[in-house]
């Protein structure tokens, strides 16, 4: 089949063709004759990379610097689109490029990929980057490792979390553990309740019809030592410090300051729940009047 005929040159794609008019134009030249283009279209993984020959050349005896100093440019694998092929991941890549280009290593702050990144630099044969990638290293850069790599037989978060659960005060930090001699351990629950309109479209700012109100449950001994004079007694006086209760309340109405005073006295919270219902709605503009109950559980040990 002869290449002067026009149908039989169109049949071939585009990258053919170049090579082909190449190879016709040096009569004594061979495959080994197709150089490499100054500017180099990558398909990594299905991600599409534009760089220059030069970058890929960067590292001497790297991967990338063994492919693209060979001498036949076709000898490597190609897409659909002519575009040089690599089964890598796609993703990552752009950092090994990164790194090319300027010799530095430049990460998102928390980078989750740092183990799979290390990996693609071994691949790659970038010893530089691998050493930048090691967490033994950098400090700053290990805090991102990921989190696949961990060893297995280290004890894992998840139960570290429910161990502080039955032992809150375990997860103190050491110097909270001083002075807690003579505190006794107990439960306070911390009850907050309070009422708010909404409209019909759920769009409108809710309206609070009543102040809410802080309510403290647990042994009165623990409830007068946490909360001083700002636990009002008026509803139940009486009652013996080692007995319960459940009637008193606080004097002011921010939960975070009632937390703040709580956490001053070594309790942590181990639990905590919350419902609202809707009470009835207003007959004339058919706003509803929402009842809301949330409960939170402090215990020290």
């Known amino acids: 089949m002869s290449w002067k005929c026009p149908r039989a040159w169109s049949s071939l794609g585009q990258w053919e063709q170049r090579d082909l008019a190449m190879a016709l134009a040096d009569p004594t ?7 490499f283009p100054d500017i180099i279209e990558l398909n990594v993984g299905g991600q ?28 490597l694998a190609r897409d659909s689109k002519g ?3 690599l089964d890598r991941d796609g993703f990552l890549f752009r950092y090994i490029l990164d790194f090319l280009r300027d010799r530095r290593l430049v990460l998102p702050e928390h ?27 950098s400090e700053q ?23 502080a659960l039955v032992s809150p005060a375990a997860s103190a930090v050491p110097g909270a553990q001083a002075g807690t001699e003579g505190r ?12 708010y309109t909404l409209g019909r479209d759920s769009q409108t700012d809710a309206k609070f019809r009543r102040v809410a109100r802080i309510m403290v449950c647990g042994k009165t001994s623990l409830a007068k030592e946490v909360f001083g004079d ?10 013996p410090p080692e007995r319960y209760t459940s009637r008193y309340y606080l004097k002011f109405t921010f939960l975070e300051q009632a937390f703040d005073k709580l956490a ?14 809707c009470a009835f709605a207003h007959e004339q503009t058919d706003d509803r009047i929402w009842t809301s109950y949330t409960e939170y559980v402090f215990y020290r040990e």
């Open 29 to 35: 030249g061979c495959e080994d004759s197709v150089p």
């Open 48 to 75: 599409v990379y534009i760089t220059r020959h030069p970058t890929l050349l960067s590292v001497p005896g790297s991967l990338l610097w063994d492919m693209f100093t060979q001498k036949n440019a076709r000898s």
């Open 83 to 85: 575009r040089f092929f």
């Open 111 to 137: 980078f989750p990929e740092r183990g799979r990144l290390r990996r693609e630099a071994e691949y790659f044969v970038l010893p530089e980057l691998v050493k930048l990638l090691a967490p033994k290293l």
């Open 141 to 163: 850069n290990s805090l991102g490792d990921d989190p696949c790599q961990s060893d297995p037989e280290e004890p894992s978060p998840g139960g570290d979390a429910a161990r």
């Open 184 to 195: 006794r351990a107990g439960f306070i629950t911390i009850g907050y309740r309070g009422s």
């Open 230 to 239: 700002t636990l009002n007694e008026s509803r139940d006086p009486d009652r």
């Open 264 to 277: 001053d006295a070594g309790f942590h919270m181990v639990a905590c729940n919350s419902t609202g219902t």
